[in-house]
């Protein structure tokens, strides 16, 4: 089988590897942007003499052109936002797949993971998808899905996404190969699709601890900024964000949002609803960490219910 990758950062180029260690696989061509992650791709593409193309401009029709020459079977996305054009469907006799981070139909568009984070899920997956005119509605190929872990942040469990899904890129392609796999539709009835945003993450502390912890942990894309944006209070006025809260084993009998103390290590401890409370270690403003202590200065407030 003749494969053309299209994909971007280190999991195009773990994927690239996979498949060069593939029997009876063959990468014929690969596409990927000049940004910094994805260098490597194109340079070790290069190094094998397999031919390279702009990942941005793959639908134009020169390039559809010179990828029809590298006469590919199947077209295979990964960690790449390309939709790709009829046209350049059309290049691949066998069909393009996308390598999908979440569950479908359950959770189609953008930075899924974190989504699922936000709304409280304990598991999560990873999709390949045959590609069509609609972005992530295509018959599934293969599908996993695994636990979240009370560790994972936003990045993490997108590592642990791309990690799963390089598991599975000779499995998948063995499969199709052999024809030992088949796909099947979606059923779209159950789709829910997350766009671009822009979002606002004002932390609501009449939600309970658990949820607003698990919202500053979806949005933790530390060292990097979140894709999503970032969570935030407001103080006197002016806005915090939340890079870390922690669950308090404490009954609160505060109105939501309220100081009601302070941690031997000197952390605030905010009152949350239905009787929670979360430590508030630091905060995040014009680029500066401050610790939480130094910004309130000990005074009482109600951050997100001014």
Request: proline share 7%; hydrophobic share 45%; aromatic share 8%.
């Amino acid at each position: 089988m003749k494969v053309f990758l299209v994909g971007e950062q280190f999991a195009a180029a773990r994927t690239l590897e996979t498949l060069l260690a593939i029997d009876d696989v063959r990468v014929v061509g690969v596409a990927c942007s000049e940004a910094d992650g994805s260098r490597q791709v194109a340079t070790r593409a290069d190094s094998l003499k397999i031919p390279v193309f702009p990942g941005e401009r793959i639908n134009q029709p020169e390039h559809i052109e010179g990828i029809r020459r590298t006469a590919p079977d199947l077209g295979l996305n990964v960690n790449s936002l390309l939709v790709f054009s009829d046209d350049l469907l059309s290049a691949f006799p066998a069909g393009a797949v996308n390598f999908h981070p979440g569950p479908l139909p359950e959770y189609a568009g953008l930075h899924v993971h974190q989504w699922a984070m936000i709304n409280g899920e304990q598991e999560h997956g990873v999709t390949f998808h045959r590609m069509t005119g609609t972005i992530d509605a295509g018959d599934v190929i293969m599908r996993a899905m695994f636990p979240i872990a009370p560790s994972d942040t936003g990045l993490k469990l997108f590592m642990r996404c791309i990690q799963r899904g390089v598991e599975l890129i000779g499995p998948l392609i063995r499969g199709m190969r052999d024809g030992t796999i088949a796909s099947r539709p979606q059923d779209l009835r159950r789709r829910v699709y997350y766009g671009r945003g822009p979002y606002d993450w004002e932390i609501d502390f009449t939600w309970p601890a658990a949820r607003i912890a698990s919202l500053v942990r979806a949005l933790d894309y530390q060292p990097f900024e979140s894709p999503l944006g970032s969570p935030w209070i407001s103080l006197e006025g002016r806005r915090y964000s939340v890079p870390e809260v922690r669950v308090v084993e404490r009954a609160a009998t505060a109105a939501a949002g309220a100081l009601i103390g302070w941690t031997e290590q000197q952390d605030a401890i905010f009152a949350c609803g239905e009787g929670t409370a979360v430590v508030v270690p630091r905060l995040v403003a014009d680029g500066r960490t401050l610790r939480a202590v130094d910004v309130l200065d000990a005074r009482m407030g109600r951050p997100g219910l001014q």
